[in-house]
């Protein structure tokens, strides 16, 4: 990679990690359907690592992580019983669905753009499934609280949802990433070089 | 050692590790991580702010053309509604002096008065269910310091919002009253209402709801009765309207619980007004007497403003009964 292609690297993502930051706390009635507010910032990290991979996924994961955290982070009980706006679960939760997302779909399927879709709502699945499972963890055993939202809710109002407006979101995030991404042509040379097999080849358009 | 790295399994077992011990560092009263945001809000609030007034400019560029003929069908109205309203300030004027006399020759207390408000825009918001904080743009540089204690947030009719969890330079973060987290010791709008205790509830945040627990035994809430602050517990001063009740459970005598509406309407906040005590203030001995007082407030850019006093009547404080405020803080 020489100089320019580094420096529209570097430029791009900077660009597009803060805006869809700052788009998605600042303005989240405008990214609403459904009564669900698109994970701007979760099918970002996931295109990145899919499209990408396992580097870009992991930066990408962590920068976005650490905005998470500072703008809206979340609150625990802490040791003196009050609530305490910790640091840090977004990154660890973002690092690990930027390499989860550079891993699915490595080998078994051509990486399409198409199929980045299917990658978000894995993702998104996965991501709020292990969410409210903790969530209801952290509650019961914190602060004995027993009751936690319904499974009805969870999947109807909660999952089913957020999956299809974070879908609806990724299609023009994917056109962005392909057409005025941070690679040339939406490839990462690196990446397609080591995957030069004819029937493991990434990011064939 | 370079075998060791090579590992890439290991690299991101102590990665997790470190971020975990990263995680329960910060959750640590008073730790120096808490201040590790500060050079992110060096960069990224100027940058935030950008977005926010683009964002905020091109809103009133679609509202003015969409809006036009309404806007001028009210522009009609609201000149006749002004003719009416000049006579009427002329009338309150006159009201107003009179009060001053009577303030003075009673020696009423203002609602509040022990208190410096600041006005602040709300910049971000919630962006799932768990990362549910609310940043507003006033920190440390105008005053506000939560290593000093935490601060009670209002709307603009002085309705309870929340509390000042974090500050940084030019943010604080704020935990809004529908978070699970948030708890805060209330008493029922009545001559010796009772005491009771409002928090959030993960199961009733989605409906704009709250939970209101330890109500005493013997206590019947009714829908519609109104819950302002109890001022115990010291964080809180008593008298800021919280909600009112939108249904009572005494399926089980020995947990009475009720649900109550609160009459800040967080998603539709764009300002909030934090509550800052002066110094020589005991915000226990704080007591919201006079409903028709007004405060100075400043707003963000500093000048002075004249806001509204809350509506209600806060009565005196009688009661038997005491709960204590968010966990931790009662103490």
């Known amino acids: 990679m020489n100089k320019k292609e580094r420096a529209r690297q570097i430029i791009l993502y900077a660009v597009y990690i803060t805006s869809v930051c700052c788009l998605q706390v600042t303005f989240p009635h405008v990214f609403g359907f459904f009564g669900r507010t698109c994970d701007l910032m979760l099918v970002f990290v996931v295109l990145s690592g899919y499209l990408f991979g396992t580097i870009d996924g992991i930066v990408v994961g962590l920068l976005v992580g650490m905005l998470r955290d500072y703008f809206s982070g979340p609150v625990i009980t802490g040791m003196n019983n009050a609530p305490v706006a910790v640091l840090g679960i977004g990154l660890l939760a973002f690092l690990y669905v930027g390499i989860l997302s550079s891993i699915l779909f490595r080998t078994r399927f051509r990486r399409k753009y198409t199929l980045g879709l299917v990658q978000v709502a894995m993702v998104s699945a996965m991501y709020y499934s292990l969410g409210h499972i903790l969530s209801w963890l952290y509650l019961k055993m914190s602060r004995n609280i027993a009751s936690y939202h319904s499974i009805r809710y969870i999947l109807l109002s909660s999952i089913f949802p957020q999956i299809l407006v974070n879908v609806i979101a990724a299609i023009p995030i994917l056109l962005l990433l392909r057409f005025v991404g941070p690679y040339k042509k939406g490839i990462k040379s690196g990446l397609v070089d080591g995957y030069s097999v004819e029937d493991r080849r990434w990011q064939k358009i | ?311 209600t009547t806060p009565s005196s404080e009688t009661s038997a009964d005491t709960a204590p405020e968010t966990p931790g803080e009662a103490a």
């Open chain 2, 1 to 311: 050692m370079r075998r060791l790295f090579d590992n890439k399994l290991l690299v991101l077992a102590l990665a997790t590790l470190l971020l975990i011990a990263f995680i329960v560092l910060s959750a640590i009263p008073g730790s120096p991580l808490s201040g590790a945001t500060k050079p992110i809000s060096i960069i990224v609030d100027p940058i935030q702010s950008v977005f926010q007034k683009i964002g905020t400019k091109i809103s009133d560029f679609y509202s003015a053309i969409a809006e036009g003929m309404e806007i001028r069908k009210e522009n009609e109205e609201l000149r006749a509604e002004i003719a009416e309203l000049e006579y009427e300030v002329q009338q309150g004027e006159e009201a107003r002096i009179r009060w001053e006399e009577l303030k003075s020759a009673f020696s009423i207390q203002d609602s509040f008065e022990n208190y410096h408000i600041h006005g602040a825009s709300v910049l971000t918001r919630e962006a799932d269910e768990w990362f549910s904080v609310i940043r507003v743009n006033v920190g440390t540089d105008s005053g506000i310091d939560s290593s000093t204690g935490s601060y009670a947030v209002v709307d603009a009719r002085m309705n309870l919002v929340g509390r000042v969890m974090t500050t940084d330079k030019d943010s604080s973060k704020i935990l809004p009253l529908l978070h699970e987290g948030f708890t805060v010791s209330a008493k029922v709008n009545e001559v010796n209402g009772a005491t009771v205790l409002v928090s959030g509830d993960i199961t009733l945040k989605s409906e704009g709801l709250c939970v209101v627990t330890r109500i005493p035994s013997n206590i019947i809430l009714k829908p519609g009765q109104e819950l302002v602050t109890s001022g115990e517990g010291g964080l809180f001063p008593a008298g800021i309207p919280i909600g009112v009740i939108e249904s009572f459970d005494d399926s089980d005598p020995n947990d009475l619980k009720a649900t109550l509406r609160p009459y800040a309407v967080i998603s539709d906040i764009k300002d909030v007004f934090i509550m800052v005590p002066n110094e020589d203030t005991d915000p226990t001995q704080e007591s919201a007497k006079d409903p028709t007082s007004s405060e100075m407030v400043e707003d963000p850019s500093g000048t002075s403003l004249e806001t509204a006093a809350p509506e």
